[in-house]
């Protein structure tokens, strides 16, 4: 598998967590918002490490699972303010204590696509008003054409791995299939199957390999590249 040309694209979207911003462990950091969030709406006997895991593989039937858990609300919108609320909080510490940092080749992309005169956006599954926060904090705004992140009511519905927020931030960007080709970079199995659904170009960039992407071989949809980091990205 080839490395992907940077001109071979017009529109490069980006996924956030772990593919733009390090957050270490972050199978551990998202457990534990969940935790804290289940702990919110139901004080006594939550679920176990191993039950909490199904809950990131389950896509829109999650609201199943916390009724199992014993949360029933009557907006499951609820559940999420308060998980992003968690996040946000732990998030800002852990960015101002400088623990979540962006890596190191993100600058310097941004900076190169931007000389190319690319549009660059943000796909996230992660709450706007926190998306907004990060890339203001690291100075990556200016970068930015359009972000697009997640708000509390039916929004779980078109998060990744719908395509819906892809389609949205391309059609904000007057993206004319015809005309241009579009890429989604990721690191996770949400980002890839969003960008296939999308019709356009998935790259699974690896970071080490953290939990979400193990097992890329078997995925129903496959990346259309493989890179370590965003330095594999070449220029010619
Ligand atoms: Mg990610």
């Known amino acids: 598998m080839e490395n992907p040309k ?17 957050i270490p462990k972050p199978s551990e950091y998202f457990d534990n918002i969940l935790l804290r ?17 199904k809950f990131w593989r389950l896509d829109n039937h999650y609201i199943e699972l916390l009724k199992v858990w014993g949360i029933y609300l009557e907006n499951y919108g609820e559940f999420w303010k308060i998980f992003d609320n968690i996040d946000f909080k732990l998030r800002k510490f852990l960015i101002n204590n400088n623990e979540i940092k962006l890596y190191s080749d993100v600058i310097d992309i ?70 241009s080709k579009a890429i989604m970079i990721g690191d996770s199995k949400v980002d890839i199957y969003a960008a296939k659904k999308a019709n356009i170009y998935a790259c699974l960039v690896k970071r080490g390999l953290n939990k979400y992407n193990q097992g890329y071989n078997d995925w129903k949809h496959k990346p259309d590249y493989i890179i370590d980091d965003l330095n594999d990205f070449s220029y010619e």
């Open 6 to 22: 940077i001109n071979d694209f017009d529109y490069f979207l980006f996924d956030l967590d772990n593919s733009l911003l390090n």
């Open 37 to 53: 969030t289940i702990e919110y709406f139901k004080r006594e006997d939550p679920p176990k490490r191993n039950e909490r895991d």
């Open 110 to 179: 941004f900076e190169k696509l931007s000389s190319f005169q690319k549009k660059l956006g943000i796909v996230s599954n992660t709450a706007m008003y926190i998306v907004d926060y990060t890339i203001e904090f690291f100075g990556i705004k200016k970068y930015i054409h359009y972000a697009f992140g997640l708000g509390y009511e039916k929004e779980q519905k078109i998060a990744k791995p719908s395509p819906e927020g892809i389609k949205y931030t391309l059609n904000k960007l007057n993206y004319n299939p015809n005309q």
